[in-house]
């Protein structure tokens, strides 16, 4: 019978915010080892043999028999050329974001190559943006986080641009600090709803209008790339919100193509298909929105 496996968030101060696996052995076993791992402290205790008689408890060996075992992982919170650290297993893939209730995201450091795959050897297909169209700082919505073999940390990134849904791997060092984001937005082009949602919990919706037939809206996983207040053209709205979405065509954004969600002077005709992609929301409920959501916040089109 296998031993059942915890996982537990003990009262360690542990920098790296690894979890500690908690193994509840049989009555009968032996510690095989004890270390501690560099420079954290974290006890590890190495199990066990079935028949020997349980060890005395002691500080470390307490009489519950638990044994600790930390799964070390890498989150680097800053940009850094550095090597992970000796502690931290490699490879070792570690998920940054599930767009839904956790998304990290971050500013672009400099025009850095973005790798088709975590690897110098396998081509590239483009550089980091540093600005929009619009003229904000380029934000990337952040997916995994990769140590290869050589400890070399690198970051996977939704893209924005034509073809939509694109991805592609950078270096640690291109990105600025990782930012957190607990909010999603969900646009339904079937029902013409958007709703805002914070940790899971609906917190925002609205009837919208979304793109007519030929124009139609884009499905995908896109983020929040900017937002602003909109002066002297009414057909906008009050407010404005840039997505990394992008039509196949022209859309109703200045200097076309970006899909964005914003207010509408013409409100008697919402709920319905509009545009020509964007997503028109009243002006009440756009300026609701505007100042809930943040740049980076994932947007899913269903």
């Not at 599930?98 to 396998?122: C, F, K, M, Q």
């Not at 979405?245 to 008697?268: E, F, K, R």
């Amino acid at each position: 019978m296998g031993l059942p496996v915890l996982s537990w968030q003990g009262p360690l101060q542990n920098p790296l915010g690894w979890p500690i696996t908690v193994v509840m052995a049989p009555a009968r076993v032996i510690a095989a080892a004890l270390a501690f791992v560099a420079g954290l402290g974290l006890p590890v205790v190495a199990a066990v043999a079935e028949d020997a008689p349980p060890p005395a408890p002691t500080e470390t060996t307490p009489a519950t028999e638990t044994v600790l075992a930390p799964v070390p992982r890498i989150a680097a919170p800053l940009p850094t050329n550095k090597l992970a650290p000796a502690g931290i297993l490699a490879p070792q893939t570690y998920k940054l974001s599930d767009e839904r209730t956790l998304s990290r995201w971050a500013y672009s450091e400099r025009r850095a190559r973005i790798y088709r795959d975590h690897s110098l050897s396998n081509g590239y297909r483009g550089r980091l943006r540093m600005r929009t169209e619009d003229g904000f700082p380029e934000v990337y919505l952040l997916l995994d986080e990769y140590v290869d073999s050589k400890r070399r940390i690198w970051v996977k990134v939704r893209l924005p641009g034509r073809p939509n849904g694109r991805t592609g791997w950078v270096k640690r060092s291109s990105l600025g600090p990782y930012r957190e984001n607990r909010h999603q937005i969900v646009v339904n082009r079937r029902t013409l709803r958007a709703t805002l949602f914070y940790r899971g919990r609906k917190v925002w919706s609205s009837k919208i209008g979304v793109g007519k037939a030929g124009t139609r809206t884009p499905a995908g996983r896109f983020w929040v790339r900017e937002k602003f207040r909109v002066k002297g053209a009414p057909a906008y709205g009050t407010h404005a919100i840039g997505t990394s979405a992008y039509a196949p065509g022209l859309s109703d954004w200045p200097g076309g193509g970006v899909i964005g969600i914003h207010g509408t002077n013409q409100p008697g005709i919402l709920p319905g298909r509009v545009s020509h992609g964007c997503v028109r929301v009243p002006n009440k409920k756009i300026a609701q929105l505007y100042r809930r959501v943040r740049v980076g916040t994932p947007i899913f089109i269903r």
